[in-house]
């Protein structure tokens, strides 16, 4: 179930985006969240991957934060790797933490190349969850954990017109897929000890007051950045967004697994 994608994370989606999130971060909760979906994962001293690390908010911060070995991040989009890199080049973080721009399609990294896999909302950018999360299970080493959160939908069936709205409004391509089926490509790949947790409630809230600012105080000084159109346009975004997580049928959650051995 994928949208045709008709928006890129160019500057003008990022610096929207970063508006309303923080720097760094593309998708809402902050290092808050991200605390959260690796909460009691032992990251320090360990080989880390964060797919879909967008322009390295989160990779720097788990990097700072947890101090594993080695952290690296890989998005298909080379700006916002070429972002990532240019605000990480000053932090001191040396070779443990790398960037890397990759293509569509397996990973470029040898089996067993990892102790943790972290994602936070960029999976459902990929609509093959069983191909997904047998390459994640292939590049863990036994014992390894998946470590994620990601936007998903309350159902696999049809989509209802709110919901179709939102995705062709958003413009990105989104592959989403219901728990049900994240939970089922995890088993098929392999993996056990696989628990979920719905966030729905949470960011209910939180997609009201996002939508506010974009239409309210942020509103003028992101018009002078990147233009009334594109603005109105998110607007219009964030809008038809409550409505579906209002609904439930957008359904933000947080999932972990892990490699038998």
Request: glycine content about 10%; some cysteine; proline content about 5%.
């Amino acid at each position: 179930m994928t949208s045709e994608q008709t928006q890129e994370y160019d500057d003008a989606l990022v610096t929207v985006l970063e508006a309303v999130w923080g720097e760094g971060y593309l998708s809402p909760g902050g290092s808050d969240e991200i605390s959260m979906i690796v909460d009691g994962v032992p990251l320090a001293g360990k080989a880390a991957l964060d797919l879909g690390c967008g322009t390295g908010g989160i990779t720097r911060f788990l990097a700072e934060t947890y101090r594993p070995a080695r952290i690296i991040g890989i998005d298909v989009d080379a700006g916002l790797i070429a972002r990532a890199m240019e605000r990480a080049f000053t932090r001191g973080l040396g070779n443990s933490l790398v960037f890397q721009t990759v293509t569509p399609g397996p990973l470029p990294f040898a089996d067993s190349s990892f102790d943790i896999v972290f994602s936070k909302d960029a999976m459902v950018h990929i609509a093959d969850k069983e191909a997904l999360f047998a390459e994640i299970f292939r590049v863990l080493r036994p014992g390894g954990l998946v470590a994620a959160s990601d936007w998903m939908s309350s159902t696999d069936g049809p989509f209802s017109a709110a919901m179709s709205e939102y995705l062709e409004l958003e413009g990105l391509g989104f592959g989403i897929g219901s728990p049900a089926r994240y939970r089922s490509a995890l088993a098929q790949a392999g993996f056990c000890d696989i628990s979920m947790i719905d966030r729905n409630e949470w960011y209910r809230p939180i997609a009201r007051r996002e939508y506010d600012a974009v239409a309210g105080p942020l509103y003028d000084d992101l018009v002078e950045r990147v233009g009334k159109s594109f603005v109105d346009h998110e607007v219009e975004v964030w809008r038809s967004l409550t409505v579906v997580v209002d609904s439930g049928e957008l359904r933000p959650g947080h999932m972990r697994a892990r490699k038998p051995g």
